[in-house]
Nanobody
Framework: VQLQASGGGLVQAGGSLRLSCVAS??????YGWFRQAPGKEREFVAS????????YYSDSVKGRFIIFRSNADNTLYLQMNSLKPEDTAVYFC?????????????????????WGQGTQVTVSS
């Protein structure tokens, strides 16, 4: 099983970035994105059921970020719009075999068995 993330970079506040994550090796039940800023714990960003459905977002990104997946090539995406300096972090894609639906469970990093290597996003003010 492998998750390979890419797409990070440096962007000005108000700009946009799209992160990608190629998933391979098995079928998954759910996928998500987390982030970790320097000196802080890893935090939940967004998640969705693998087959598609109602996505779930943290309050800090709701209305600005969109999580989705390409059926054609099993690539996971995080479209980030209206970026703010506080969005600066290393972003990780994650996946699990379970199709969990409880929001308190899917927002936990421990609920995901598989992780990408992380990609740096820096938003300048």
């Amino acid at each position: 099983v492998q998750l390979q993330a890419s797409g990070g970079g440096l962007v000005q506040a108000g700009g946009s970035l799209r992160l990608s994550c190629v998933a391979s090796g098995r079928t998954f039940g759910r996928y998500g994105w987390f982030r970790q800023a320097p000196g802080k714990e890893r935090e939940f960003v967004a998640s969705n059921i693998w087959r598609g459905g109602s996505a779930y977002y943290s309050d800090s990104v709701k209305g600005r970020f969109i999580i989705f997946r390409s059926n054609a090539d099993n690539t996971l995406y995080l479209q980030m719009n209206s970026l703010k300096p506080e969005d600066t972090a290393v972003y990780f894609c994650a996946a699990t075999g379970g199709a969990y639906t409880r929001t308190d469970y899917i927002s936990l990093s421990s609920s995901y068995e598989y992780w990408g290597q992380g990609t740096q996003v820096t938003v300048s003010s």
